[in-house]
């Protein structure tokens, strides 16, 4: 069963740092997805990826197959951009079996 | 606007009793999936549908049944078999993976609560 990790859990930074947060996963995997949820619970989807790097705003996400690791940085942030990003990956090429999921980190940007 | 709608929000369940939760899509997107969230864990699998009449159990069915009669909808009963359903429950869609550039669309989640 594929395992999916992320650091940092939480991480509080004040407005304007530069965030980094990590995904590793454990076997080979089609696509890549970060997600973001606000505490209200709704899931957004912020990026999918299979090779390289997307850039959308002031977010940008990589990922490194042969190292089984992904990276989500934020430049620039925002209070705003308190919320939990979640790290979910899908095994396989067939079908529309779901997504596997990491925990989650906690990010909070302070004013 | 399109996009996915679950209800209700919040649903409290007495012992023994089945409930069930509501996914209707209008994005036209053929896979529909369920999913759990518990504290401090990731979202888990609970059944997904790559088509009308048509649905897998994920990796946590036991407890949970679900229909796929439209495209358009995916319900989703917890019946009293599911002995810890206390959870938040999240209904997704997603684009054709044969896109290249698949996306999961997410409803609000139903918070349910056990009595």
């Known amino acids: 069963k594929n395992e999916v990790e992320q650091s940092p859990q939480n991480l509080t930074a004040q407005e304007g740092e530069f965030i980094t947060i990590n995904c590793s996963y454990s076997?080979?995997?089609?696509?890549l997805h970060w997600l973001q949820q606000h505490p209200g619970g709704g899931i957004v989807s912020l990026f999918m990826?299979?090779?390289g790097k997307k850039k959308h705003g002031r977010l940008i996400a990589t990922i490194n197959i042969q190292e089984k690791h992904s990276s989500l940085h934020i430049t620039a942030s925002h209070p705003r951009d308190s919320a939990v990003y979640i790290c979910?990956?899908?095994?396989?090429?067939?079908?529309?079996?779901?997504?596997?999921f990491g925990k989650g980190t906690h990010l909070i940007i302070q004013p | 606007d399109g996009g996915i709608t679950q209800s209700p929000k919040y649903l409290f369940r007495k012992e023994g009793q089945n409930v069930t939760l509501s996914c209707e899509q209008n994005?036209?997107?053929?896979?529909m999936y369920w999913y759990r969230q518990d504290p401090g864990q990731g979202l888990r699998l609970i059944y997904y549908?790559?088509?009308?009449?048509?649905?897998q159990k994920g990796d946590i069915a036991e407890g949970y049944s679900v229909s796929r009669e439209k495209k358009e909808s995916f319900p989703l009963t917890v019946t009293s078999a599911q002995k810890n359903p206390t959870a938040f429950y999240l209904c997704?869609?997603?684009?054709?993976?044969?896109?290249?550039?698949?996306?999961?669309?997410f409803g609000p989640g139903t918070r349910l609560l056990v009595l």
């Open positions: 997704a869609s997603s684009t054709p993976r044969t896109s290249g550039s698949e996306t999961q669309y």
């Open positions: 549908s790559q088509i009308v009449n048509d649905f």
């Open positions: 076997v080979g995997i089609s696509a």
């Open positions: 979910a990956v899908r095994v396989g090429r067939g079908g529309a079996d779901g997504l596997t």
């Open positions: 994005l036209n997107h053929d896979a």
């Open positions: 990826l299979s090779s």
